[in-house]
T-cell receptor
Framework: TQLLEQSPQFLSIQEGENLTVYCNSS?????LQWYRQEPGEGPVLLVT?????EVKKLKRLTFQFGDARKDSSLHITAAQPGDTGLYLC???????????FGTGTRLQVTL | GAGVSQSPSNKVTEKGKDVELRCDPI?????LYWYRQSLGQGLEFLIY????????KSGLPSDRFSAERTGGSVSTLTIQRTQQEDSAVYLC??????????FGPGTRLTVL
């Protein structure tokens, strides 16, 4: 059962455009993570958000955790071709830090 | 090595055969996870090892799937009597402290 829904599923934009990816859940998680995965590689952690309402910035990427800790968003400003990849949100639960992954958003940035 | 390694990188097998997938975690990482990534199901948790504790097998889809971790380091995921629906990328991750898991490149399994 997939508990985390991401939207959009696919996104193709031109270099310089802005975009937002959404991650929505019916469950509350202790924290939420965002990963980027490139072909032939495993996911790489971008950020962890813990507190409801938290906003974190990583260069051109801005991550927000919803007040109720059920949803999150990733905003990319002035996208670059190097941002191309599969973006995954993941809810973290328990002391084992088990991850429940979202459905994924595949981003393509063209020149 | 510096990161998590997995072998083989690709595995093609025939339906009904058994396969073994290997994961070498980052040295010193006490937690090890197996995930499966497929087009239909996305990325899903399979099993979790933490030190000498009993593994959390709650994500294994059937009793054809098993995993072991020897000496608290290398782990092997075994799939018996493979089925076509087992075709997927199998990812391993390890963790030391906090919530950060480090993923390997995965093994792409194709069952013909």
């Amino acid at each position: 059962t997939q508990l985390l829904e991401q939207s959009p599923q696919f996104l193709s934009i031109q270099e310089g455009e802005n975009l937002t990816v959404y991650c929505n859940s019916s469950s509350v998680f202790s924290s939420l993570q965002w990963y980027r995965q490139e072909p032939g590689e495993g996911p790489v952690l971008l950020v962890t958000v813990v507190t409801g309402g938290e906003v974190k910035k990583l260069k051109r990427l801005t991550f927000q955790f919803g007040d109720a800790r059920k949803d999150s968003s990733l905003h990319i400003t002035a996208a670059q071709p190097g941002d191309t990849g599969l973006y995954l949100c993941a809810g973290v639960t328990g002391t084992a830090s088990k991850l429940t992954f979202g459905t994924g958003t595949r981003l393509q940035v063209t020149l | 090595g510096a990161g998590v390694s997995q072998s083989p990188s690709n595995k093609v097998t025939e339906k009904g055969k058994d396969v073994e997938l290997r994961c070498d975690p980052i040295s010193g990482h006490t937690a090890l996870y197996w995930y499966r990534q497929s087009l239909g199901q996305g990325l899903e948790f399979l099993i979790y090892f933490q030190g000498n504790s009993a593994p959390d097998k709650s994500g294994l889809p059937s009793d054809r799937f098993s995993a072991e971790r020897t000496g608290g380091s290398v782990s092997t995921l075994t799939i018996q009597r493979t089925q076509q629906e087992d075709s997927a990328v199998y990812l391993c991750a390890s963790r030391y402290r906090g919530d950060t898991q480090y993923f390997g490149p995965g093994t792409r399994l194709t069952v013909l």
